[in-house]
């Protein structure tokens, strides 16, 4: 997320960010709208579970174990279903179920970019991992922004670096440095994540030898990460392959971000074309 400006007491503060869609507000760079004062009760609570207890052995722990890919065997569809059942609580914007942004996330990346067929299945499919939630973990451990764990936080994260005021690693000397356990430039896919959807749905794909482009993959791996791709932070632990890849991360995140409405696409209709898309890049049944 963008930095965060801060505006006097009785208005709280404003993410300046690109946001999702609100439909009282036409301006684009008024969305995603965090005042302390508008946000849902529910959405901060999640950031503040997430932000306190998402320290690095929690997020260690969590990669370790979802990694297994022993919790089901579904196919893609299978787990689309799934997301008819979940409404994001870190999302102040949306209320309906994830499975009808995704195709609409599908849909306007198809608009814009006819021939890269991935590009559209990464749209559809990109957040799956979210099926997590419905197998039981809290959501503050699968949906909202994601950041780095094993070093200090950095100013642009959602809320602040105000709300890991609790959050025990913050005690530590080490890991509340800046680079904390990491090397300078070391390259994010060397960097412990906080745990949540992008990261799972990654290791999900990449441990069933699925088909689609590295680009599209780091997509997937890194659209939560707004203090990196969007506030400009963390660039001290990135190489140059993030460097290359984060304009495609931006690409991605404008659909995943301003698609978000009321209308729907009319899902029976476009089906059969991202089942063959799914068949073509992610055959059959997957570990999850």
Not at 178 to 193: K, R, S, T
Request: charged content about 25%; glycine content about 6%; hydrophobic content about 35%.
């Amino acid at each position: 997320m963008a930095n965060i400006e801060l505006i006097d007491e009785s208005q709280g503060f404003v993410l300046n960010d690109p946001s999702e869609y609100r439909p009282e507000v036409k301006d684009k760079s008024k969305y995603r709208d965090f005042r302390i004062h508008n946000i849902p009760d529910y959405v901060e609570k999640t950031y503040t579970n997430m932000h306190t207890s998402q320290t690095l052995e929690f997020s260690t722990q969590k990669l370790k174990d979802w990694s297994k890919l022993d919790k089901a065997e579904m196919n893609i569809m299978d787990a689309l279903n799934m997301l008819n059942e979940l409404v994001d609580e870190s999302d102040p914007d949306a209320d309906f179920p994830n499975s009808y942004h995704a195709y609409q996330t599908a849909e306007g990346i198809r608009k814009q970019h006819p021939d890269k067929d991935w590009f559209h299945l990464v749209g559809l499919i990109h957040d799956l991992g979210k099926v997590m939630a419905i197998w039981g973990e809290p959501q503050w451990a699968v949906v909202g922004d994601t950041f780095p764990v094993g070093c200090c936080p950095a100013p642009s994260i959602v809320f602040g670096i105000d709300s890991f005021k609790d959050n025990p690693d913050m005690l530590n000397e080490k890991l509340a440095s800046e680079l904390g356990i990491y090397d300078e430039h070391c390259g994010l896919d060397n960097v412990i994540m906080s745990w949540g959807h992008d990261e799972y749905l990654y290791r999900v794909l990449k441990g069933n030898s699925c088909k689609i482009p590295e680009e599209g993959l780091y997509m997937i791996r890194f659209h939560s990460f707004y203090p990196w791709h969007t506030g400009g932070d963390y660039e001290y632990l990135c190489n140059n392959k993030d460097s290359e890849m984060k304009a495609w991360v931006n690409e991605f995140n404008q659909f995943d971000l301003y698609t978000k409405s009321p209308d729907f696409p009319d899902v029976e209709e476009i089906k059969p074309y991202y089942e063959a898309l799914i068949e073509k890049y992610i055959p059959g049944k997957l570990k999850w």
